[in-house]
């Protein structure tokens, strides 16, 4: 198999196009070209209007060991064998009493779960949200209408945070075992589209997320797995081992259908994939002896921009002239340090789509992004955040930052009363209470009101939003724009607190116990939080082997 390396093409091409430029690097003729496989593609805007997409190509041609002479020179063409298949193979010979439990089906859940049912370990999901058919609607309802289910929302639900999002799915963990590659692999296999596979800024959108949780979910099923939605695990039963460490011996969990219902599922391992918004879980595991503490995290406001603006300013040329090459609505990433010593940065950018309400607590109110898969809508929007870490939190416990996030989002549902507040920049260098819009209205899912942001932040991470805004207008003219719209407050960036779990065993300090996924404080979005999803399923198939009786 060859590689081959940065072949450039002017947009827009065709593939026979790309066949052809193949063929002329590597000197061989049309019908010596076996295969060829994008891996890789990039866009390079660098002399706009002018664009090009770069490639890496997999390559097959008929006789390449006798052509390898002719490529000795040139340094784009790389030669190695294919990639094997990921494994899930079962090495572990410990014997387990029951099936295994796994709380939250998030990406880190189900893929935690797809993994384990497909090893023959027939996991039993605990989700104390809806399905995602039924969750749809209840989002629907909440942003319709501004009634919060507390258990079936943006946060909490199957499919977990990321199932309303823009479902970009670009990650930096390390791959070494292949597992974002399998990650991905199974995302198309449920329903995504293959460009996920190679292009250098993947992502899905909420309408095929949405369809790809249920494939994934019924694949679970078909393989032995079992799903309890509406079931809220409240409670986690231990028992001393012989040296007084505590070891899991049973889950209690609760209908959130039926609060009178409860029920306790012994088990022998858990994989508590709960994600970063579930705080009552927290401050029950922080009661169970688990060892836990508070991380950095970041919070801020989202901001909206037309999305025309960021094409010109990331494309040049004309909306007619980017609509007739299908050009993908541009996105950005903006960073930029502070005197204060604070890094502000821009973050979840979604090129065409929505601020939504994407609160889980009745009285508290916090934002994030969404976009469909066709990424039309009329702005682009992204987070700017600041970092804050332990010191900036009210308290010193592991749920410190817990709280912190708490007083942000409550004085955002005050600032807005109840709804999400917005601001143009302007005013929020200003210090003033907003009127109304200027020159483009504000694409928001839920109810929104104009307001004055300043009054949910401590005055230091006001001023560096404000500061951070200002620098990222010297690198898109206009980002800075007095109308530019702002919502508050983005809080739900990441986990603000870790469960610590062992590095090679990936246990928690309670045995038995395998914190995953973002909410442990082991990932940051949908592809790493998968990752870890598999990683775990991996470390519990090299220990145990599967329970195979009936229960
Ligand atoms: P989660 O996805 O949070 O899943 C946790 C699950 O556990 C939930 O379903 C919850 O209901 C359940 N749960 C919690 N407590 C319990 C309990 N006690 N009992 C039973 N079940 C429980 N990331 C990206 O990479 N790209 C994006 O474009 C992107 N956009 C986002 C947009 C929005 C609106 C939001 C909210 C998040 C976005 N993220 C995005 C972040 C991403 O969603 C998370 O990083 C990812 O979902 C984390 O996965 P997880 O499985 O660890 O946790």
Request: hydrophobic letters at 35%.
């Amino acid at each position: 198999m060859i590689q081959l390396q940065q072949v450039k093409l002017k947009i827009p091409h065709t593939k026979a196009e790309i066949e052809k430029k193949v063929c002329k690097i590597l000197r061989i003729s049309r019908n010596q070209l076996l295969s060829m496989q994008i891996s890789r593609r990039s866009l390079d805007a660098r002399r706009k209007p002018d664009l090009s997409y770069v490639y890496t190509l997999e390559i097959e041609v008929k006789d390449e060991s006798s052509l390898k002479k002719r490529w000795k020179q040139n340094r784009s063409i790389q030669f190695h064998p294919p990639v094997p298949p990921y494994s899930y193979q079962v090495s572990g010979t410990r014997n387990l009493s029951y099936r295994p439990v796994i709380a939250g089906t998030g990406p880190a859940g189900l893929f935690c779960g797809y993994a384990l049912a497909k090893m023959g370990y027939r996991p039993i999901l605990l989700e104390r949200g809806a399905s995602v058919e039924e969750r749809r609607k209840d989002v629907e309802t909440f942003w319709k209408t501004g009634r919060l289910d507390p258990e079936s929302n943006v946060q909490f639900g199957e499919g977990g945070a990321g199932t309303f999002s823009d479902g970009k799915l670009n990650t930096l963990v390390h791959d070494p075992d292949g597992r974002g590659r399998e990650v991905f692999r199974l995302f198309v296999q449920y329903g995504a589209p293959e460009e996920i596979l190679y292009d250098s800024k993947p992502h899905i959108g909420t309408d095929k997320l949405i369809q790809i949780v249920r494939s994934m979910r019924n694949a679970i099923i078909e393989m032995g797995g079992e799903f309890h939605f509406h079931s809220r695990m409240t409670g986690i039963d231990l028992a001393d081992q012989a040296d007084g460490s505590p070891r899991l011996k049973a889950v209690l969990v609760e209908s959130t259908a039926d609060p009178q219902a409860e029920e306790k599922i012994p088990a022998d391992l858990l994989v508590l994939a709960i994600g970063h918004s579930a705080r009552d879980t927290f401050a029950m595991l922080a009661e169970n002896q688990f060892s836990m503490e508070p991380k950095a995290f970041a919070v801020g406001v989202r901001v909206e921009h037309p999305q025309q603006m960021i094409d010109e300013r990331q494309y040049g040329g004309t909306p007619e002239s980017r609509a007739s090459r299908g050009l993908p609505s541009a996105a950005y990433k903006l960073t930029a340090n502070l005197p204060n010593g604070r890094g502000v940065y821009t973050f979840c950018m979604c090129p065409g789509g929505y601020v939504v309400n994407a609160s889980s607590e009745p009285g508290y109110l916090a934002v994030n992004g969404m976009s469909y898969s066709g990424r039309d809508g009329e702005n682009a929007n992204s987070a700017v955040i600041v970092t804050v870490r332990p010191e900036d939190y009210p308290g010193s416990g592991p749920l410190s930052g817990v709280e912190f996030q708490r007083e942000l989002e409550k004085a955002a549902y005050r600032a807005g009363k109840g709804k999400i507040p917005v601001q143009l920049f302007e005013d929020f260098c200003e210090n003033r209470c907003s009127e109304g819009p200027g020159a483009f209205a504000p694409q928001i899912k839920g109810s929104y009101t104009w307001s004055n942001l300043r009054d949910i932040f401590p005055e230091e991470i006001a001023e560096s939003l404000k500061e951070g805004i200002l620098a990222f207008d010297r690198k898109i003219p206009g980002y800075a724009r007095k109308d530019a719209v702002m919502s508050g407050v983005e809080s739900r960036t990441s986990s603000p607190v870790r469960i610590l779990r062992d590095k090679d065993c990936l246990e928690a300090n309670v045995k038995g116990v395998y914190p995953c996924g973002e909410g442990a404080g082991y990932a940051g979005g949908i592809t790493s939080a998968a990752m870890d999803g598999l990683k775990v399923a991996r470390m519990i198939s090299q220990t145990y082997r599967p329970f195979d009786k009936d229960c």
